[in-house]
């Protein structure tokens, strides 16, 4: 499983999963207690093109940087790396 991880200057938050979707009213930002498997993405792809349409939409978080973090089914982090981002 996959979430983005978020660090600006009002701190470390992760993307939820399905945050564009006013039907469920997901969250868009969590703190890190608050993440589990239901707001996890299942590819890196997913996680990656849910960031590219919060940055179209978004353009004040073009400036935070963000990681990708592989997560296993204990919420155990196996990698993270940080993403490029297109501040255009």
Do not use: H
């Amino acid at each position: 499983m996959f979430i983005i991880k978020s660090i600006s200057n009002e701190g470390e938050y992760y993307l939820a999963k399905g945050w564009g979707n006013t039907k469920k009213n997901t969250k868009m930002w969590l703190y890190g207690s608050e993440v589990c498997e239901k707001y996890m993405f299942k590819s890196e792809q997913s996680a990656k093109s849910s960031l590219a349409k919060l940055l179209k939409v978004m353009d004040e978080y073009k400036t935070d940087k963000f990681y990708i973090v592989e997560v296993d089914k204990d919420g155990k982090i196996i990698k993270e790396k940080e993403l490029e981002v297109n501040n255009d």
